[in-house]
């Protein structure tokens, strides 16, 4: 594992994005990424943080619920639908990588509910990415999501099953890692209903 440094590296032109949001809210009794927070909803937060943070494309994957798309209308994204969220977060991710052009170098891929992430801290995992690599913040003691994988694991990320997501492939090359330190804060997400924002 290494940590971010400024030396040695370039800017990325193409980091796509991907944000997942196709997941059932069992344990929150409701489809909470349709919840307002602050007026808007939480999936459509998420999308506008990463669209400003420059992620481009943004291919977002979503269930069949048709209230997401209805509240992803009018954002510069492209939409991936998971008609099965139950076979587990990895399904969701294939998805993602499918809708990727061949031009992305890497991927940022985030959750849709950490409410506290905010585009200033996306850019700063961004900005400590390394070709060949994968970056992900560190929230106080523990990694978290968004990570950023370049190009070369998308095969990998791709052929993913079940609901442990990127962290295979992370933890399969631990050599590769650069840790981002953000504010704890920003890795809060959202599981029950006492999760959400006061």
């Known amino acids: 594992m290494r940590r971010g440094a400024a030396e040695g590296r370039r800017d990325r032109r193409l980091i796509?994005?991907?944000?997942?949001?196709?997941?059932e809210?069992?344990?929150?009794?409701?489809?909470?990424?349709?919840?307002?927070?602050?007026?808007v909803p939480l999936v459509r937060r998420a999308a506008q943080r990463l669209l400003n943070a420059g992620l481009r494309p943004l291919v977002v994957v979503v269930s069949a619920e048709s209230g997401l798309r209805q509240a992803l209308l009018g954002l510069d994204l492209l939409l991936a639908e998971n008609s099965s969220p139950s076979a587990g977060i990895a399904h969701s991710i294939a998805l993602g990588i499918a809708a990727l052009p061949a031009?992305?170098?890497?991927?940022?891929?985030?959750?849709?509910?950490?409410?506290?992430?905010?585009t200033?801290?996306?850019?700063?995992?961004?900005?400590?990415?390394?070709?060949g690599g994968i970056t992900l913040p560190r929230y106080g003691n523990h990694r978290g999501s968004p990570a950023i994988f370049d190009r070369r694991f998308f095969s990998e990320l791709a052929q993913l099953s079940g609901d442990r997501g990127g962290q295979r492939v992370v933890s399969a090359h631990p050599e590769l890692v650069v840790e981002v330190p953000l504010p704890e804060?920003?890795?809060?997400?959202?599981?029950?209903?006492?999760?959400?924002?006061?």
């Open 16 to 23: 796509a994005g991907i944000l997942l949001a196709a997941g």
């Open 185 to 198: 804060t920003m890795g809060l997400d959202i599981d029950r209903p006492e999760d959400w924002p006061a």
């Open 25 to 39: 809210a069992r344990r929150f009794g409701r489809q909470k990424l349709l919840e307002p927070l602050e007026g």
């Open 120 to 131: 200033d801290g996306l850019k700063t995992v961004m900005a400590a990415h390394q070709i």
């Open 103 to 118: 031009s992305a170098e890497a991927v940022l891929i985030a959750v849709a509910d950490q409410p506290h992430l905010t």
